[in-house]
């Protein structure tokens, strides 16, 4: 009887809950829709980003050891069987650089040209982020100006009753406040991966100059 009492008691909670989520989406206006899709396509992107980057990231001592030993064996089989066991965009960039042979020359273009592709995976949809994080706060100012003027609408109608009208624009400041949430969530995770794309640059880098320094050693 008692956990059954508990149960309601919960369920009862639960929908109080998502009544006063709902008043609260109400209360703000058809903007809200907006921003909440900001904040969602935000959430989203920093959720697809996490699992792209954590699987673009490469062991920068196995690639190091490989290429010291190919600098000094000059063995490009051994080379080739670390980078096919290896993931990540640095590992991926050289194998695709070993791969199709060449002059040193050739083989530096090749890294460039490669370690391009790379990057423009790693950047896919941080333009997005930054688009919300201008377009969220303006969004929620905008709803905020339409409820305010709605508001200041019932002034004459409601002469004498301020309540009207202070419960109207506090319920227009709830569309501020949701975009500055939107703005704020998309900045973080937009500052976030800005980091990890410059430490993924920084491997494919120095990947590349271990790589050309054994291509030297081994033709020397």
């Known amino acids: 009887m008692f956990l059954l009492f508990c149960l309601l008691f919960r369920r009862k909670g639960r929908e109080k809950r998502m009544n006063t989520l709902w008043h609260i989406f109400q209360a703000g206006g058809w903007m809200m829709g907006p921003i909440l899709l900001c904040s969602f396509l935000a959430a989203t992107i920093g959720a697809e980003r996490f699992l792209f980057y954590r699987g673009s990231r490469s062991r920068m001592e196995v690639l190091a050891d490989a290429a010291a030993g190919f600098g000094k064996i000059g063995d490009a089989a051994v080379l080739a069987a670390v980078l096919e066991e290896e993931d990540g965009c640095a590992a991926r960039v050289l194998r695709k650089a070993l791969a199709g042979g060449g002059s040193r020359t050739a083989q530096?273009?090749?890294?460039?040209?490669?370690?391009?592709?790379?990057?423009?995976?790693?950047?896919?949809y941080l333009p997005v982020l930054r688009a919300i994080?201008?377009?969220?706060?303006?969004?929620?100012?905008?709803?905020?100006v339409i409820g305010m003027i709605q508001s200041f609408r019932v002034l004459t109608a409601a002469a004498g009753q301020p309540a009207a009208v202070t419960g109207g624009v506090a319920e227009a400041l709830i569309c501020t406040a949701f975009g500055l949430f939107a703005a704020i969530l998309a900045l973080l995770i937009h500052s976030f991966f800005s980091q990890q794309l410059d430490e993924l640059t920084a491997q494919m880098e120095q990947a590349a100059?271990?790589?050309l320094a054994a291509l030297a050693e081994r033709e020397s």
């Open 133 to 144: 994080v201008t377009l969220a706060p303006l969004l929620g100012l905008l709803g905020t």
């Open 108 to 124: 530096s273009l090749r890294l460039e040209y490669e370690a391009s592709r790379e990057l423009t995976a790693l950047r896919r």
């Open 209 to 211: 100059n271990l790589y």
